[in-house]
């Protein structure tokens, strides 16, 4: 690939609509996995009473239990959010991208 086709592919507006959408899909991504994980962490290193309540009371059930289903359901939901998103809207812009560049030619 030479020069003036990669600066083609730079100038061109759904180049940069896409890297602008990766970005903050990115950004949203990392920021929600943070905050959940994070904070279910923080739980039980700073308040492990909290942790270890059992919830129903007469329960062997334990916070600790149902905050890490918490955090598989959130894991699976942000993975499938993002297949979705990537799936629908990246490879359209995609698309789009590779079709302005075969007229180009």
Same mark, same amino acid.
């Given at each position: ?43 039980? =290193?700073? /308040?492990?009473?909290? $942790?270890?309540?059992?919830?129903? %009371?007469?329960? #062997?059930?334990? +916070?600790?239990?149902? *905050? ?10 942000? =993975?499938? /959010?993002?297949?979705? $998103?990537?799936?629908?809207?990246? %490879?359209?812009? #995609?698309?789009? +991208?590779?079709?302005? *560049?075969?007229?180009?030619?």
């Amino acid at each position: 690939m030479t020069t003036d086709e990669i600066n083609k592919i730079i100038v061109n507006p759904h180049f940069v609509l896409l890297t602008k959408k990766r970005f903050k899909i990115k950004v949203i991504m990392v920021t929600l996995t943070m905050l959940v994980f994070l904070i279910i962490q923080s739980l039980w =290193a700073f /308040y492990p009473e909290i $942790v270890n309540l059992r919830v129903p %009371d007469n329960s #062997s059930i334990s +916070l600790a239990i149902w *905050l890490t289903v918490v955090m598989i359901f959130t894991a699976i939901s942000l =993975a499938a /959010y993002y297949t979705l $998103v990537s799936g629908k809207q990246l %490879d359209e812009l #995609s698309e789009k +991208l590779i079709r302005d *560049l075969n007229h180009e030619k």
